[in-house]
């Protein structure tokens, strides 16, 4: 094989042209029917095709995530849409709560409100606590 000689020499088998031809990746000797263009010329086939191969399957992976991204695009743009709406909704009611409260003469009953909120929450604790 070409392994352990000289750069040169291992060149100057490569180019020989005894008949044989010498695959220095594989360290393979071809016989006389063969050149060394041929040779060359059949690894660079191989690796045309291997490469096709790769870029094939990164077209495919490219793809993919071509479609994932517009899943998602589609998916956060329906979020933010609810978001509006939400936000819409909830700006709505507290407006209607502060004109209520206005209204109604100050936060007396906004108090009594949250007081009786307060309560309740205490009194289901306790009677949660005490069946258990």
């Given at each position: 094989g070409?392994?352990?000689?000289?750069?040169?020499?291992?060149r100057t088998e490569l180019f020989s042209s005894?008949?044989?031809?010498?695959?220095?990746?594989?360290?393979?000797?071809?016989?006389?029917?063969?050149?060394?263009?041929?040779?060359?010329?059949?690894?660079?086939?191989?690796?045309?095709?291997?490469?096709k191969g790769h870029v094939g399957?990164?077209?495919?992976?490219?793809?993919?995530?071509?479609?994932?991204?517009?899943?998602?695009n589609q998916f956060l743009d329906g979020l933010n849409n609810e978001?509006?709406?939400?936000?819409?909704?909830?700006?709505?009611?507290?407006?209607?709560?502060?004109n209520l409260l206005s209204q109604s003469g100050g936060t007396n009953y906004l108090w009594y409100f949250v007081f009786f909120t307060i309560f309740i929450f205490i009194v289901l604790w306790y009677f949660s606590g005490s069946s258990s």
């Open positions: 070409w392994r352990g000689k000289s750069n040169t020499e291992a005894n008949g044989t031809s010498f695959d220095p990746e594989n360290g393979v000797r071809y016989g006389g029917g063969y050149s060394t263009q041929e040779v060359l010329l059949r690894q660079n086939d191989d690796k045309i095709v291997q490469i399957a990164l077209k495919l992976m490219s793809n993919q995530i071509d479609d994932e991204l517009q899943r998602q978001f509006e709406r939400t936000s819409s909704l909830l700006a709505g009611a507290m407006r209607k709560t502060s």
